[in-house]
């Protein structure tokens, strides 16, 4: 890790504001100095600015018993009113709110009326289902604009919807469906991707079916591909209830600290956490991001966040953040290289696409592949450029700035969290001096430092831990059903202050550089994946006696899981190595998701244990990533890691 921090401090090169960004800039340097004045009513000040409150609130923030945070408590707003209604009322109606582009090339414009008009009927199906304000809905669907809809009339009626991304398995969606409660799923017959039609529901009714029974009483179904399905008498399609349903719907006013939203993301032990967030600061501080860090002129910008809904990005930057905001964006449904390796930056090309935000994994494929293949197209209308989800090295970002954004664009590195709702740390275009590879400076109304092990500053030169030290209006409000794990996974550390879970580096200047997770979790993709939950995946399966699981450094994708198993005595001669390996692969995809599916196993006889028993993973990293293998005096066997060693060979 050194050396890679020497070379990102060696990283010299600058990219001031044009003179002519800067004057159309939407962030203001005002808005460092008044968030500086007085943070809280800073934020006051941008929620009754940015959001409608049918009870405006008097409390901007209460931190009475800490860690739990309540923001505009005694307001009352409802979020999908904010992201809808309020549009049309305003005149916008017509405005366009999504460019649906599904993979197979079928396309369908949603405006702000038509949007609004949707979620009425679908909060009226949901109403009619039993669902009222508090329940939980279960959400699992492709990137389909139904998505969206579905998660508005959630919002829309004060229920709490928990979106599980379309590519984990069965027991992943019950163990969600589980732990909320859920009384509703929706979902679709399937999806396409890379290709194909994909099937969805049948993953939902493997949920459904066995265990203790289910808290869930139907399953609505969207028809994307027309294919085949099993159907039981709690089935119900979408289009049907959607016709049958009244048109009418007016959005009631909820507390500023109405659960809106449980999205589960992996931690450091083998059950995801249900992170929770509410209404009034999510949706502020979501909107006051999408405006200034992607310098959004709602009324001329197409906007594309090119992340799914069922993760956190999705949530807050393709659906409450953009339409908090006005924005028009675009939707697309499939991968990057379908059907043809071009495929994203002909959408760019088509709907004019002036802000893009992605992952730096899609920026180091593009790059991969070369430049030829966006040169193709006509990307003229960009002029914002995001990153988001894990570092950004500065050669992928000088390629993204180059070849992308025409050598002109502001590429802004946005660090945040499934645990933060919305973005922390960023440059803002216009005012920023770029620097490629850093993640720069906290917005404006966000307090960050980092600390050493004992909780003292760092200081400028140097790295340590990142944390938050002042509540912010769309942090968690907690870990769903588990209020002593949210205190002790964020907050027992560095006693008021918010254990980010990221090394950091501050450099001279003060800018941030963010290094990787410091626990068990790992990103590969962008996409958060727990160590434990894989090595439990792995032991579930009766050939494996002992699973360790680290996250290797992969070109592409950031991270790669890699495991090592022992295999049970009882079981040696039952596969070769090489079977093996593909057999508990293919497990942790089905018992996971393929995301989760191991990049490599390799099949050892012992694992490299600390005289406590701890497995010590950085030995593992080292061995996964072909480095010489670090410091083992501390190993219970020294002799172990030649073997294992030996072993891969
Ligand atoms: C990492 C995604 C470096 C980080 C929004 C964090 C980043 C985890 C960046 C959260 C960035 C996110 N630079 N690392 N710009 N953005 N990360 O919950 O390790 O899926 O803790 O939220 O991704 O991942 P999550």
């Not at 494996?544 to 991270?559: F, I, K, P, Y």
Request: proline share 6%; aromatic share 8%.
């Amino acid at each position: 890790m050194s050396t890679q921090i020497d070379h990102l401090l060696d990283e010299s090169r600058r990219f001031p504001p044009s003179p002519e960004f800067a004057a159309q800039a939407v962030a203001t340097e005002q808005l460092y100095t008044d968030a500086a004045a007085d943070r809280l009513a800073f934020w006051a000040d941008r929620s009754r600015e940015l959001l409608h409150w049918h009870t405006p609130f008097t409390r901007t923030l209460d931190w009475s018993n800490p860690p739990f945070a309540k923001w505009f408590d005694d307001g009352e707003l409802n979020v999908a009113y904010n992201c809808l209604d309020r549009h049309v009322e305003a005149g916008n109606g017509d405005r366009v709110a999504f460019h649906f582009e599904g993979e197979p090339g079928d396309t369908r414009t949603l405006t702000y009326a038509e949007l609004t008009a949707e979620v009425k009927k679908a909060a009226n199906v949901l109403t009619k289902l039993g669902i009222s304000a508090g329940d939980r809905v279960a959400i699992y669907l492709p990137m389909i604009p139904e998505a969206v809809i579905a998660m508005l009339a959630v919002a829309r009626i004060g229920a709490v919807h928990s979106v599980v991304f379309g590519g984990f398995s069965a027991d992943s969606i019950r163990s969600r469906i589980d732990d909320a409660n859920a009384k509703l799923v929706i979902t679709a017959d399937g999806g396409y991707r890379k290709g194909k039609a994909s099937s969805l529901k049948p993953a939902v009714d493997a949920a459904l079916t066995g265990g203790d029974g289910t808290s869930v009483e139907h399953v609505l179904v969207v028809k994307r591909t027309g294919q085949d399905v099993d159907w039981t008498d709690r089935d119900l399609w979408w289009h049907d209830e959607m016709a049958a349903a009244p048109a009418e719907h007016e959005a009631q006013p909820f507390p500023a600290e109405n659960p809106l939203f449980i999205l589960y993301t992996s931690g450091t032990t083998g059950k995801p956490k249900g992170i929770l967030h509410t209404s009034g600061g999510y949706l502020t501080q979501t909107a006051f991001t999408t405006q200034a860090v992607f310098d959004l002129h709602p009324e001329t910008d197409v906007y594309w966040c090119t992340a799914d809904v069922g993760w956190v990005t999705g949530h807050s930057y393709v659906v409450y953040g953009p339409l908090a905001s006005g924005a028009t964006q675009v939707l697309y449904e499939g991968t990057p290289d379908t059907p043809h390796p071009g495929r994203w930056w002909e959408l760019i090309e088509k709907y004019k696409v002036s802000i893009l935000y992605t992952a730096p994994t899609a920026i180091r494929t593009f790059m991969k592949l070369g430049r030829q293949i966006p040169q193709k197209f006509d990307l003229s209308s960009l002029r914002v450029l995001g990153s988001v989800g894990e570092p950004i090295n500065p050669e992928a970002w000088v390629w993204y700035r180059e070849v992308i954004g025409a050598g002109k664009t502001p590429v802004v590195d946005t660090w945040w969290q499934t645990e933060t709702g919305a973005i922390m740390v960023s440059a803002l275009p216009g005012i920023t001096s770029l620097k490629p590879g850093s993640a720069q400076v906290p917005i404006p109304g966000i307090s960050i430092d980092v600390l050493d092990d004992s909780g003292t500053p760092v200081g400028e030169g140097n790295g340590g831990l990142l944390v938050v030290t002042e509540p912010w209006p769309s942090m968690l409000r907690g870990i769903w059903g588990d209020p002593d794990r949210f205190k002790e996974t964020y907050w027992e550390k560095f006693g008021d202050k918010y254990f980010a879970g990221d090394g950091a580096r501050l450099d001279d200047d003060g800018d941030l550089w963010l290094l990787g997770r410091v626990d068990d979790v790992m990103n590969v993709s962008g996409h958060r994946l727990s160590t434990a939950e894989i090595e439990s995946s792995l032991v579930a399966h009766p050939l494996t006696a002992e699973a360790a699981v680290v996250g290797a450094s992969d070109e592409t994708t950031g991270q790669a899981v890699v495991a090592f198993v022992i295999i049970k005595a009882s079981q040696t001669d039952a596969a070769s190595a090489g079977d093996v390996a593909e057999i508990l692969r293919a497990h942790v995809a089905q018992q996971i998701g393929a995301i989760a599916r191991p990049r490599q196993i390799f099949v050892v006889n012992e694992l490299p244990k600390t005289r406590s028993g701890k497995i010590m993973r950085r030995l593992l990293r080292d061995v996964a990533e072909g480095r010489e293998v670090g410091d083992t005096t501390t190993l219970a066997d020294t002799a172990i890691m030649q073997v294992i060693t030996d072993a891969m060979k």
